[in-house]
T-cell receptor, first 111, second 113 residues
Framework: SQQGEEDPQALSIQEGENATMNCSYK?????LQWYRQNSGRGLVHLIL?????REKHSGRLRVTLDTSKKSSSLLITASRAADTASYFC???????????FGPGTRLSVLP | GAGVSQSPSNKVTEKGKDVELRCDPI?????LYWYRQSLGQGLEFLIY????????KSGLPSDRFSAERTGGSVSTLTIQRTQQEDSAVYLC???????????FGPGTRLTVT
C-alpha cells in the first residue's frame, strides 16, 4: 500500500494567494520530505521535517507534521507563477529498504 | 560542485533489446536510489544502494531488471528484453546517507518501440 498520499491531486490558485497541500502516510517515520518537480528543473528537495518536529519554515514554505494523525501539510505563501509544479511528499521507511513518494499535487499558479 | 548526472538522456530501443542506464552520483554520497516515473505519475521506487550493497531488491519490477554499483560511486540499471511497458523516465538520486534529502539527476527517458 502507498505510504505517502497527497491531496488535493490538483490545485489552481491566483498569484499572491497561499497554497496548501496535504500528505498522509501509513507507518511510523523518522522524517518526511517535500519535493518539487517542474519541467525546467527536474525534482528538487524543498524541506525535511523530522518526526520530533512539529513545524518548520524555509522562506515562503511552511511545513507541519502531526505524527498522531500521520499527516503533513505544505503551505506556500504569496505564491508566484514560478511555483507552478508538482509537489510530492516522501518518506524513508524505518528499515532502510524503501523510499516512498506520494502521487503528488499539481499546483498551477495563474498570473 | 557537480550534481547527479545520468546517461543517456534519451534512449529509444526496440522491444526485446537490452538497455543499460548509468548514474553518476554526487561525490561522497553513500546512498544511491533508482526510481521510475511514467507520464503524469508519481515516482516508483526501484532500488537503493548503501555503498555497493542493495539491502532489498524486491522493488525491481521483474527479473529482467538488475542494478549494480561499483566503487561506491557509479551505478548502472540494466533492463533485459525490454517491453513496451518499460517505457518511462528513469530517475537516479543520491544522498549523503540513507533517508536524508536526495539530489536527483535529470533522468533518462526510455522509449521502447
Amino acid at each position: 500500500s502507498q505510504q505517502g498520499e497527497e491531496d488535493p491531486q490538483a490545485l489552481s490558485i491566483q498569484e499572491g494567494e497561499n497554497a496548501t497541500m496535504n500528505c498522509s502516510y501509513k507507518t511510523s517515520i523518522n522524517n518526511l520530505q517535500w519535493y518539487r518537480q517542474n519541467s525546467g528543473r527536474g525534482l528538487v528537495h524543498l524541506i525535511l521535517i523530522r518526526s520530533n518536529e512539529r513545524e518548520k519554515h524555509s522562506g515562503r514554505l511552511r511545513v507541519t507534521l502531526d505524527t498522531s494523525k500521520k499527516s503533513s501539510s505544505l503551505l506556500i505563501t504569496a505564491s508566484r507563477a514560478a511555483d507552478t509544479a508538482s509537489y510530492f511528499c516522501a518518506t524513508p521507511d524505518n528499515y532502510g529498504q524503501n523510499f516512498v513518494f506520494g502521487p503528488g499535487t499539481r499546483l498551477s499558479v495563474l498570473p | 560542485g557537480a550534481g547527479v548526472s545520468q546517461s543517456p538522456s534519451n534512449k529509444v530501443t526496440e522491444k526485446g533489446k537490452d538497455v543499460e542506464l548509468r548514474c553518476d552520483p554526487i561525490s561522497g554520497h553513500t546512498a544511491l536510489y533508482w526510481y521510475r516515473q511514467s507520464l503524469g505519475q508519481g515516482l516508483e521506487f526501484l532500488i537503493y544502494f548503501q555503498g555497493n550493497s542493495a539491502p532489498d531488491k524486491s522493488g525491481l519490477p521483474s527479473d529482467r531488471f538488475s542494478a549494480e554499483r561499483t566503487g561506491g560511486s557509479v551505478s548502472t540499471l540494466t533492463i533485459q528484453r525490454t517491453q513496451q511497458e518499460d517505457s518511462a523516465v528513469y530517475l537516479c538520486a543520491s544522498s549523503l546517507l540513507y533517508g536524508v534529502e536526495q539530489y536527483f539527476g535529470p533522468g533518462t527517458r526510455l522509449t521502447v518501440t
